[in-house]
């Protein structure tokens, strides 16, 4: 596959974090899947995004180079210079840990070993939101491949040099929201995240302001839409707005995960949310840092099967 290279026009911008900024690892978060394609990571350590700002639909190539420290970005389209404004955020500088102490041994060590991690924020709220709707009460396999779906049936080639890639953009909340219910049963989405996407994305407008305000602020709006909880808000935020204290309440492996890291067994929601509280205002670093420290659980236990929407004949 022909790659796009630093020949082909666009803007550009150079940037030096004031820590060793491992591009990859900050952005993986925001790709649903190795398929993902709105988001490219490429061998060579750069990663391509499609994305919908406010000035327009863009495309964004980031460059790590950890021998000088600086971070290179490249955008193409009407929303470029808004792409490279907000690299920076993307990247994780508005993600301040300072005054984070580790109360587990286990969050301490994942500490140790991943020192300059940041928690990054696309400051783009439906980006994050429709992907998350998808993979409520489904498969990870599932939700991934009904993203992809949605984009390439439905999206549209991401501007610049990306034709090889087939880096694409998410469709439009317009478009979403008229996709007709037997074509949401094409993409294997339930009846119930496709009326909750169809409710959201004709909100767009006032849910893209959530990304102004608090996490507590922004927790409290994005659930006022009827089918978005505690977990499709924490995953949103998390994302979007780079919040450091949300915790996916609710996820079907995340208790157990931080459970076996700090305590050496399954725990419920309820006593993850007792475990991490001394963390508060930064509950979800704490969380990810004690499985990034603690003990794995072992592979057992019941597996979500995929359901079936479409008649069989």
Known sequence: ???PTSADAGHSRTWVPGWPCAVGQVLRPQRRGAGD??????????????????LGPASLCIEGRPSSGEVLGRAWGPGAEW??????????????????EAHHPQVAEGLKRHPHWRIGGTGLVMESLVPSILEQKVTGKQAFGSFRELVRRHGEPAPGPVAALRLMLQPTPEVIAAIPSWEWLRLGVQPAQSRTMVTACRLASSLE???????????RRLRTVRGIGVWTSAEVRQRALGDADAVSFGDYHLANWVGWALVGHDITDDEMAELLEPYRPQRGRAAMLAIAGGQSRPRRGPRMSIPTHLPTH
């Open 83 to 100: 792409a490279l404004d907000r690299l920076p955020g993307l990247l994780g500088a508005d993600d301040d840990p300072t005054g984070f």
């Open 37 to 54: 394609p709105t988001q490219k990571h490429l061998d060579d350590g750069r990663v391509w995004r499609a994305m919908r700002t406010p």
């Open 209 to 219: 302001r959530v990304g102004q305000v608090s996490g507590e602020e922004a927790d």
């Open 1 to 3: 596959m022909a790659h």
